[in-house]
């Protein structure tokens, strides 16, 4: 009896620690959202990959035995979106702890200028690194006679939904050539859901801002002869003149099946977040996104991935950073 009865007392005793450690784990649990874009674009696949490099669950295997190099109990996730607008307002409320945004829609909110004039500024937004240049695709069927962003007045055109910055700038492009969104027959399709429109021939041109190549584009240049129009000429130097944020940029010839070299303009990825963050996990997240170990996920995980380097980390930023990632970048000398 006495026996079984100290059999029963180590039982619950190593449930009893069993049972605290698996408190204590989960109370050094720490969950990481990252608001990125429609899942047939850039941002969602590159959002995944960096979710997958700041992760480190408990139990994970140590870094330097080859295993996460993420930051202790983290757990991050990147959540598809409507793009760029959405992300910052889901970080401004509360709703996402992080998020991808284009370098203009950035700095709009943060001022509260631009195409988000009259509203409140987005004070708290910071950043914690640029990623990779953005180039406007305008795509259209190879044989439709669209050849610069003037043609499209009076034609079906998708500009994306509102909320995305594929949309904002759509509009400022418009405008740079003398047009403006009642001059097209307006939609509001995402993604797939455009390319599908294109394909079907329910609109006749397509707007996406996205690093190249982007998914859902390949496989449609794979389907059906499509074509890059050109942003070029007057009216992208008007554009780039009055919106600093925008560069004259080329995507080259064969990045999708048989589409020619097309000069375009381009912004800014960047990855933002809230001032309201904790300074040493934004730190340690920033830390972790430029492990040496991270650059081989980069690599391998996206085409896109490749762009984003420690070198260019602060290229185009036009908002204050989070002081955890400030204080990364003096460390690593990029901050004097």
């Not at 784990?25 to 674009?41: E, H, M, N, P, S």
């Not at 996730?77 to 709703?95: E, Q, T």
């Not at 990825?269 to 996104?289: H, R, V």
């Amino acid at each position: 009896m006495k026996f079984t009865k100290g059999i029963k007392a180590a039982l619950l005793g190593a449930a009893l620690v069993a049972g605290a450690a698996t408190m204590a784990a989960a109370q050094d649990l720490k969950f990481f959202t990252i608001g990125t874009g429609g899942t047939a674009y850039t941002y969602y696949p590159v959002g995944g990959v960096i979710a997958n490099a700041i992760s480190k669950p408990p139990g994970s295997r140590p870094c330097e035995e080859g295993g996460s190099c993420g930051v202790d109990g983290l757990i991050a996730s990147a959540v598809s979106s409507r793009g760029s607008v959405d992300n910052i307002n889901a970080i401004i409320s509360g709703l996402r702890n992080s998020g991808f945004a284009q370098s203009d829609v950035a700095y709009w909110a943060y001022t509260g200028t631009g195409t988000r004039e009259g509203k409140p500024p987005a004070e708290d937004l910071r950043a914690i690194a640029a990623l990779f240049p953005e180039h406007i695709h305008l795509v259209a069927l190879k044989d439709s006679g669209i050849n610069s962003v003037a043609d499209l007045k009076g034609k079906r055109v998708s500009l994306d939904e509102p909320g995305s910055g594929t949309y904002v700038d759509a509009n400022l492009i418009l405008e740079s050539a003398g047009l403006s969104a009642d001059d097209v027959q307006a939609e509001a399709l995402k993604g797939g859901a455009a390319s599908e429109a294109l394909r079907n021939g329910k609109i006749d041109a397509f707007f996406v801002v996205a690093g190249y190549p982007t998914g859902s584009l390949v496989e449609l240049a794979s389907a059906v002869p499509v074509k890059l129009v050109p942003i070029d000429g007057a009216a992208a130097k008007t554009l780039t003149d009055k919106y600093g944020f925008f560069a004259s940029s080329d995507i080259p010839a064969g990045t999708y099946k048989d589409v020619d070299a097309v000069t375009t303009v381009a912004v800014g990825a960047q990855w933002l977040t809230s001032a309201k963050e904790d300074d040493e996990l934004i730190y340690q997240i920033t830390k972790a996104l430029w492990n040496d170990k991270t650059r081989k996920l980069l690599d391998v995980g996206h085409a896109k991935g490749k762009t984003i380097t420690l070198e260019t980390a602060l290229d185009g930023i036009g908002i204050p950073l989070h002081p955890g990632a400030e204080r990364f970048y003096k460390e690593a000398g990029l901050i004097k």
